[in-house]
């Protein structure tokens, strides 16, 4: 499927579940910074750039399609200028240390080849305090308390928020389920 396909079907089917994830900047400090893992065409990106124009945003994708995708639609929206988005891997952030307030994930932890070496780069980018989000299938994130960031020291001790999402537009059912953690603020 090419990324203008998947662009238009995931805006379309998942736009509810895009504006609940970039409901999560509410709780970014002013001009804080956010990386979305997995961005694909840059749904959330652009909705978190539209509600929160203090922000520093940044995507991350492994294909190269779909980061070309989420520049132009950035540029499009004359929003090039506040959201940065970078060809790489979720276990290899090509970001400083201690740099994010929030790190997002939406239906993209699945496809992660290496989840724990992903937890520890997202425990490195995340500033004391900061929060990771994932929204993923009910299963996915089921794991993870008990997992990869139960193992994580940056997240050693902390409470993890678990919850399904309520259902929105075409989906009747409750497909998705959000994990939250906060780093330790050190």
Request: glycine share 10%; no cysteine; charged share 20%.
């Amino acid at each position: 499927m090419s990324s203008v396909w998947y662009d238009r079907l995931s805006g379309w089917l998942l736009g509810g579940l895009y504006h609940r994830a970039a409901s999560e900047t509410a709780s970014v400090p002013d001009g804080g910074a956010v990386l979305d893992i997995g961005t694909g065409p840059g749904h959330l990106l652009l909705t978190a750039a539209r509600r929160r124009p203090d922000l520093a945003l940044h995507g991350l994708d492994i294909a190269p399609s779909m980061v070309r995708r989420a520049r132009h639609r950035a540029a499009a929206q004359g929003l090039d200028g506040r959201v940065t988005v970078h060809l790489g891997d979720a276990a290899d952030l090509p970001l400083e240390d201690r740099t994010m307030d929030l790190v997002v994930t939406t239906l993209s932890l699945h496809h992660w080849n290496d989840v724990p070496g992903a937890i520890d780069e997202v425990a490195r980018v995340l500033r004391p305090g900061g929060r990771f989000v994932v929204y993923d299938f009910r299963s996915v994130p089921d794991a993870l308390p008990t997992g990869a960031v139960a193992k994580a020291p940056q997240f050693a001790g902390a409470a993890v928020e678990h919850e399904m999402v309520p259902p929105f537009a075409l989906l009747p059912f409750r497909p998705f389920a959000r994990l939250a953690v906060r780093r330790s603020a050190d």
